[in-house]
C-alpha cells in the first residue's frame, strides 16, 4: 500500500494551486480558499487512512474543500449577497480537471497573482502562497525578508485584488500579448531565486527552481500556442541542466568551461532543446526562445572548445535589439571575445564602461580582466580583478576572482 | 465598480487645460460608463481647510506641495479594473500627465 503521507504530499505538490483556484473563483474570497485547501489536505491526512486513497486525489481534495466553504459562508452567511454566493456555488458542476479546452482555473490564478496593477515583489510572493502553497515563513526565508513583512505583503496585495476590482480571469485575446510577459517574468524570477542560490536558505531555494519549472509546463500546456511560454520552459531546462556543476564540492564557483559536460543532465537538455525546437518552428522568436537558444549553444556543446560563439554572439546581438540592457551588452561582449579574439570584446566593454549604467557591477571589470589575461596585459588584468574583488556580492564569487589573482602570482590579500 | 480617476500633471500641464478631452468624453458618455467629472483650477487657487479645537483653520494653497498636482477628476462605473485602466489609458491627459485610479468605497 502506498504511503498516506506520501500520497498527501503528492497531492498538495500537484493540486494545491487547482483546489485554491478553483475555490477562488466560487467564492471570490481569497482566505477563504486558502484555508478551506488547507483544511481538506488535513482531511486527506485523517481520513484517507482509513477510506484509502482517492483515485483522483485532486477531485477529491476539490469537493472536500469547497464542501467546507459551503458550510463556513453557511454560517457566516449574514446578508442576502453571502446567501447568494452559497446558492452560486451549489450549482457549480463537479469540477472536471481532464477535460481539455476549459479555461483553467490556474491560468486564471497566474494571470491574477502577476497582474501589472500589483507591484513585482507582490505578484511573485502571492503566486507562491495561492499557487504553490508555500507558507508565508518559507516565501519570508526565500527572499530574506521578516516574515511578519511578508505577511502584509501578501494580505495588502489580496486587499487590493479585492478592493481594486482586479478580475480573476485569463485576460482577453487582445490583452494577452502585454499581460503574458508578466507571467513570464515571474516564473523566470522565481526560477532565477532558486537557481542562483549558492548561500543561505539553500533548498528551499533550489526547489525554487523545480517549482518554476512545474509552472512553466503547466502554462505551455495551457498555452500552447504561446511561443515565449515555450522558450521559458526551454530556458530553464537547459539552465537547470547544469545545476550538479555550479558549485564543486567544496562550494567554489566552476566556470561554464570548467563544468564537468558528463554531469550535466542529458535528459534535461533533450527536453529542453525539443521543447525550443518546437516554439522555434513558429517562426515568432523573443527574448526567452533567443536566450533558450543561447543556453543550447552551451548545452549542446561536446566542450568548451567546441561552442559555436560566433552564433551565441549573433543571439546576443538579436537579443539586445529586443531587450537592450547593459548586462546583455556585456553577455554579448563576453561572446564577441570568444568569437573575434579578446580585443574585440575588450573594444566593446571599453565602451561599455564609458555608458557607465553598469558602475558598481562586478562582472564589468571582471570581464574586462579576463580579456586582458588573455591579450597578456597581466598588470591591467590584475588591477581589474582587484576591482571586480571589491565589487562581488557573494563570498563564493570573491574566492573565485582570488583564485584568478592567484593565477596571475598577484598578492590576493583584499584591500578594504 | 466605481472608480475616480485623478487626472494628475506637473506645471507643464497647464498648457493642456484648454485643450478639453477631445473625443473622449462623448466616447464615455456613449459606453454609458461615465458617472461625472470636471477639470479644476490650478493648485494657487486652493484653499485648505481643517477642524481643530473648533476652530476653522484656513491655509492658502492644496494640502500637498508635490510636483504632481491633481487638475481634474472623472468618476466612472465599469466592470473592473482592466477596463478602468483601458478607459483611463484612453483620456488625452494619460498621454501627457498621470491618473490615479482610486476605487470608490462601496456604501
Redesign the interface.
Known amino acids: 500500500m502506498i504511503d498516506v503521507e506520501t500520497a498527501v504530499a503528492t497531492a498538495f505538490r500537484e493540486e494545491w494551486g487547482q483546489v485554491v483556484a478553483a475555490l477562488i473563483r466560487t467564492t471570490g474570497d481569497w482566505d477563504l480558499a486558502e484555508e478551506c485547501a488547507q483544511d481538506a489536505f488535513a482531511q486527506a491526512l485523517a481520513r484517507w487512512p482509513h477510506d484509502g486513497i482517492p483515485d483522483r486525489p485532486g477531485a477529491w481534495l476539490t469537493t472536500t474543500a469547497r464542501r467546507r466553504a459551503t458550510d463556513r459562508l453557511r454560517r457566516d452567511a449574514v446578508g442576502a449577497a453571502k446567501l447568494r454566493e452559497v446558492a452560486a456555488m451549489t450549482r457549480e458542476p463537479e469540477p472536471h480537471p481532464d477535460d481539455s479546452g476549459v479555461p483553467d482555473d490556474r491560468l486564471r490564478l497566474m494571470f491574477t497573482c502577476c497582474h501589472p496593477a500589483l507591484a513585482l515583489e507582490s505578484q511573485v510572493a502571492l503566486t507562491l502562497r495561492t499557487l504553490a502553497g508555500l507558507t508565508t515563513t518559507e516565501i519570508a526565508r526565500a527572499f530574506l525578508v521578516g516574515e511578519s513583512a511578508m505577511a502584509k505583503r501578501l494580505t495588502r496585495a489580496k486587499q487590493k485584488i479585492k478592493h481594486a476590482g482586479v478580475p480573476y480571469r485569463v485576460p482577453p485575446a487582445h490583452l494577452l500579448p502585454e499581460r503574458t510577459p508578466a507571467v513570464l517574468a515571474v516564473l523566470y524570477l522565481l526560477f532565477n531565486e532558486g537557481y542562483s542560490a549558492t548561500s543561505g536558505a539553500e533548498l528551499i531555494r533550489h526547489d525554487l527552481a523545480a517549482e518554476a519549472i512545474r509552472f512553466a509546463r503547466v502554462l505551455t500546456q495551457l498555452m500552447p500556442d504561446e511561443p515565449e511560454a515555450a522558450g521559458l520552459l526551454a530556458l530553464m531546462l537547459l539552465q537547470h541542466a547544469r545545476r550538479d556543476t555550479r558549485v564543486d564540492g567544496a562550494g567554489e564557483l566552476v566556470t561554464l568551461a570548467e563544468q564537468d559536460r558528463d554531469r550535466w543532465d542529458h535528459d534535461e537538455i533533450a527536453e529542453g532543446t525539443t521543447v525550443l525546437d518546437g516554439a522555434l518552428r513558429r517562426g515568432q522568436p523573443g527574448p526567452y526562445q533567443i536566450q533558450a537558444a543561447i543556453a543550447a549553444c552551451h548545452a549542446t556543446a561536446r566542450d568548451a572548445a567546441d561552442t559555436d560563439w560566433t552564433q551565441i554572439a549573433a543571439l546576443y546581438e538579436q537579443l539586445e535589439q529586443r531587450t537592450p540592457s547593459p548586462a546583455v551588452a556585456l553577455n554579448r561582449a563576453v561572446a564577441v571575445g570568444m568569437a573575434d579574439g579578446p580585443a574585440a570584446g575588450l573594444r566593446l566593454v571599453d565602451e561599455l564602461a564609458t555608458s557607465s549604467s553598469l558602475a558598481g557591477y562586478h562582472l564589468l571589470p571582471a570581464t574586462r580582466a579576463d580579456l586582458l589575461r588573455r591579450l597578456g596585459r597581466d598588470v591591467e588584468a590584475v588591477e581589474a580583478y582587484r576591482e571586480a574583488l571589491a565589487l562581488a556580492p557573494t563570498g563564493t564569487e570573491r574566492r573565485y576572482l582570488r583564485r584568478k589573482l592567484a593565477d596571475l602570482g598577484a598578492n590576493v590579500t583584499e584591500k578594504s | ?1 466605481k ?1 475616480m480617476l485623478l487626472i494628475c500633471g506637473d506645471e507643464t500641464a497647464a498648457k493642456h487645460a484648454e485643450d478639453g478631452c477631445g473625443g473622449w468624453t462623448d466616447e464615455m458618455q456613449a459606453r454609458g460608463v461615465l458617472r461625472g467629472g470636471a477639470g479644476l483650477r490650478p493648485p494657487h487657487d486652493a484653499t485648505t481647510v481643517r477642524l481643530r479645537d473648533d476652530t476653522v483653520l484656513l491655509t492658502d494653497g492644496p494640502f500637498a506641495e508635490t510636483k504632481e498636482q491633481i487638475g481634474g477628476f472623472c468618476l466612472i462605473e465599469c ?4 477596463e ?2 483601458e478607459i483611463s489609458a484612453k483620456h488625452p491627459a494619460a498621454s501627457y500627465g498621470t491618473i490615479e ?1 482610486r ?1 470608490v468605497v462601496d456604501p
Open positions: 465598480m472608480y466592470a473592473d479594473l482592466d478602468a485602466i485610479i476605487p
